[in-house]
């Protein structure tokens, strides 16, 4: 058995039957991607006249496109160090911008607190549309309840597409798409592999250029589709309590270790709502990133710099997430919280020389 950590899903364990429903809200249109639901919302904002988006400056290309590709600007306000919007800087971008709606992403898990709601709360009652993006709060028991919620499945889930949106004043009619049902066999195919690579029944890593032409391949989608059978049914077979409780229980730990190091917890209460990634501010993410990759820990950057930067921005690069997900247990993050306490021990004296 390999011991690799992180990176894409491989082939799933699976639960027993009966937890479709827990995934989906009831009245949510299950499409293939996070980018396809928001695309669907941006579509219902333009038609209503809705010409700008408020989004936090900390984002990816795949939350932003939508509202572009939809023709409304997207404006970036900015984030505290949470990377959720600072309160007072969402007010004023609104007093200033006239229709407008508001994306407001639960990043890695963190919750509006008690004056960020105050603030979507009086947006609300002005007219903004809020659009919750729930992708890494799809564990948490609730968030901020706005007009829409969006969120990608795939993304921290072992299913090969997948998202949900609810709130669309028109659901729309879905027809499967021969790109998509590629994108999901691509995806599917890869798992399989990644999985045989694992328990070392295969020695190639050719999962590797599956998942990245299925990404490629899904980039190229304009189209919104149904969710695939293929993910419907693997989410039916995942438990979200057994998947909530190991991710919480790796969280503890991987943090409990992290204590003293010289690593700032960014999801500090996150990851207890909604464990999803328990992500570090730290001095030099590329070293330490490197570092990890050769002991075969993958841990990923939420977000890469988009391809271009909104106007006035100032990207972070001092975020790292680490995995904390279902597959991996106690010792896997104790291995973890030694490696990163290597690569800091050996820069420190480095720096000291
Ligand atoms: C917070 C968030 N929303 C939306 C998306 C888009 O999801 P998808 O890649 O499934 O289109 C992502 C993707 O990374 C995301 O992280």
Known sequence: MRHDIGSEFERPDLDGPGHLRAWL???AVAVAAGRQALGLVAGELAASGVCRVLVPDHYCDSMTDPFERAGLSVIPVPTTFDTLPEPRALAAALAEASGCAILFSENFGCAASASLAAVLDDARAEGHAVIVDRTHSLLAPAGYVGDYAVASLRKLLPVPDGAWVTG??????LAAHQGVKLFVELRSQAATLK???????RGDQAHRALFERAEDLLDRLPDTCPMSDASLELLDHLDPRRLRARRLANADRLTALLEGLA???VNGDGWRSSPSYVVISTRDVTGLRNHLISEAIYCPIHWPEPRRLLAGMVWRHDLLSLVIDHRYTADDMER?????????????????R
Request: charged residues 20%.
């Open 336 to 352: 973890m919280a030694a490696a990163i306490a290597a690569h800091l021990e050996k820069t420190h004296s480095e720096g000291h």
């Open 195 to 201: 999985r045989q690579y694992l328990n070392e029944e």
């Open 168 to 173: 669309l004043v028109t659901p729309p009619v």
């Open 25 to 27: 809200p009831p009245e």
């Open 263 to 265: 690593v700032h917890v």
